[in-house]
Nanobody
Framework: QVQLVESGGGLVQPGGSLRLSCAASGSTSSITLMGWYRQAPGKQRELVATITRGDSTNYANSVKGRFTISRDNAKNTVYLQMNSLKPEDTAVYYC???????????????WGQGTQVTVSS
């Protein structure tokens, strides 16, 4: 089992910055991939960014050049630095971890509780 706790959301003006953190606990050695997703009202949850244990990253086109994902393996924490925020970035942001299971080749996703990010003047 893996537990994820997010922090760092809030209200920010357009053009501002926020940093989200996600601390993992439990069976953290089984985690292969961590990332951030977001869900705006009335929309489906979408991928924002992911990072592997080896620090390979992937970003949604809508956030490339503005958001940076990073991880501290020693602290079992993943971060999302969000710069040049836009009103359309407003959403609940969810931390995600993909963990290996005892079944060879099988993985299981875990989710945090979500943190609200609101970009508004």
């Amino acid at each position: 089992q893996v537990q994820l706790v997010e922090s760092g959301g809030g209200l920010v003006q357009p053009g501002g910055s926020l940093r989200l953190s996600c601390a993992a606990s439990g069976s953290t050695s089984s985690i292969t991939l961590m990332g951030w997703y977001r869900q705006a009202p009335g929309k489906q949850r979408e991928l924002v960014a992911t990072i592997t244990r080896g620090d390979s990253t992937n970003y949604a086109n809508s956030v490339k050049g503005r958001f940076t994902i990073s991880r501290d393996n020693a602290k079992n924490t993943v971060y999302l630095q969000m710069n040049s925020l836009k009103p359309e970035d407003t959403a609940v942001y969810y931390c995600n971890a993909v963990s290996m299971t005892i079944v060879p080749g099988a993985t299981r996703p875990y989710w945090g509780q979500g943190t609200q990010v609101t970009v508004s003047s």
